[in-house]
C-alpha cells in the first residue's frame, strides 16, 4: 500500500536513522508502525544496522523501552529475520510451559524444504540446541516421527507417474480400506512425497474412494496427528488457503488468538499475503482487511492492517 508518512521528509536510511530517536522519546507509534510496516525485513535490518552505527544504541531493545503489550510483541517479531522468527517461534513453543503443537505443525507443514533446513542452522546458532533434539525430547508417537520426517527437509522432488496410483491404493489399504489403520504408510506419503506430487495422488485416492483424503485423516486419525496430517495435506494443496483457514480460526472465536494471527501476518506478509487475502475471500466471503479490523485495536492493529496490504 502507498503510506502518508506522518514524518513526510523520512525517505532515506539517514533520515530514519535521524527520526526514529525523537519517535521513540515522543513516543510516535504511528510514525514508527509507518516506517516499520512499509519496509521489507531486508530494509528494517539495514536499519537497525544504521541505527545503531548512528547512536550506538540497539534499536529493538530501544522499541522495547518505549512500546508495550501486543505492538511491542509485533514490533519486534517485524524487527526479527524471517528464519530467526520461526526458529525463536519454535523455540518457544517447546521451551515453555508445555509444548505448542499448533505451532510445531503450522511451521513445519508450512515452509519449504530449503526454508527448513535454514530454520535448524539458525536454531542451533541463536537457540543453543538441536532442533530435531528438542522436539524428539518434547513429543513422541507417530506425531514425533511425521515431525522428525518434516524436519528433514528432503521431499521428493516432482512427480513421479508410476507411484500416484500406487501411492492412492497404498492410502486406501492403509486407511479406508481395512480394519484399523497403517499409519506408518500415511505418515511415509506424506512427509516425503512432492507437494505436486501429492496433489495429483489425492485426486487419485478420491477417484478410488469417492471421499478426500481429509475425510480418510479425520476418521482414522486424532488429536495432534490428525492435525498434523490435515496442516500436511492443506499446505500441499495450497499453502495461502492453509492460512487463510488459519487466520479465519484465529479470529472468529471468542477472544482472539492474537500470537497465531501475528505470527502468520508477519512471517508471510513478503511471501503470499495476496494470495492468502484471495483464498479468504472466497472462502468466507469477507475481506481479510475487514476482518482484522473488527477484531484488534489501537497501534497493534494498525500495523496489522499495514501488513494485510489493503481491503479486498
Not at 509507518?34 to 522499541?63: C, F, P
Not at 505448542?100 to 526454508?115: F, G, H, K, N, Y
Not at 500441499?236 to 487466520?247: D, I, N
Request: charged share 30%.
Amino acid at each position: 500500500p502507498t503510506i502518508d508518512f506522518t514524518c513526510s521528509h523520512v525517505t532515506d536510511l539517514r533520515s530514519i536513522t535521524v527520526c526514529l530517536p525523537s519517535c521513540l522519546t515522543g513516543t510516535d507509534e504511528d510514525t514508527i508502525l509507518m516506517l516499520l510496516t512499509s519496509r521489507s525485513n531486508n530494509q528494517r535490518q539495514e536499519i537497525k544496522a544504521a541505527y545503531k552505527k548512528a547512536h550506538g544504541k540497539d534499536l529493538v531493545s530501544a522499541l522495547k523501552s518505549e512500546l508495550g503489550g501486543l505492538f511491542e510483541t509485533l514490533v519486534v517479531a517485524l524487527m526479527t529475520p524471517p528464519i530467526s522468527y520461526d526458529a525463536s517461534q519454535l523455540h518457544k513453543a517447546l521451551k515453555g510451559a508445555g509444548t505448542d503443537d499448533d505451532v510445531l505443525i503450522e511451521i513445519l507443514a508450512s515452509r519449504t524444504c530449503a526454508q527448513i533446513k535454514d530454520i535448524i542452522k539458525v536454531y542451533k546458532k541463536e537457540c543453543g540446541g538441536k532442533l530435531e533434539k528438542d522436539i524428539t525430547g518434547d513429543t513422541s508417537g507417530h506425531f514425533q516421527k511425521l515431525l522428525v520426517i518434516l524436519l528433514q527437509g528432503s521431499r521428493d522432488e516432482g512427480v513421479d507417474e508410476d507411484r500416484i496410483e500406487k501411492d492412492a491404493k497404498e492410502l486406501f489399504a492403509a486407511g479406508e480400506g481395512k480394519v484399523g489403520t497403517d499409519v506408518e504408510k500415511f505418515i511415509n506419503i506424506l512427509g516425503n512425497r512432492s507437494h505436486e506430487h501429492l496433489r495429483l495422488v489425492f485426486d487419485a485416492y478420491k477417484n478410488l474412494s469417492g471421499n478426500d483424503i481429509e475425510d480418510s485423516i479425520e476418521g482414522e486419525t486424532t488429536g495432534n496427528l490428525e492435525n498434523l496430517m490435515l496442516a500436511v495435506v492443506k499446505c500441499a494443496k495450497s499453502v495461502p488457503a492453509y492460512f487463510a483457514e488459519s487466520l479465519n480460526g484465529s479470529m472468529r472465536r471468542a477472544g482472539t488468538d492474537d500470537q497465531t494471527l501475528m505470527r502468520i501476518m508477519v512471517s508471510r506478509s513478503e511471501t503470499d499475503m495476496l494470495d492468502i487475502r484471495a483464498c479468504f475471500k472466497k472462502m468466507y466471503g469477507a475481506s481479510l482487511y475487514n476482518t482484522i479490523q473488527d477484531d484488534t485495536a489501537g497501534d497493534y492493529g494498525k500495523a496489522l492492517l499495514y501488513l494485510c496490504g489493503g481491503k479486498d
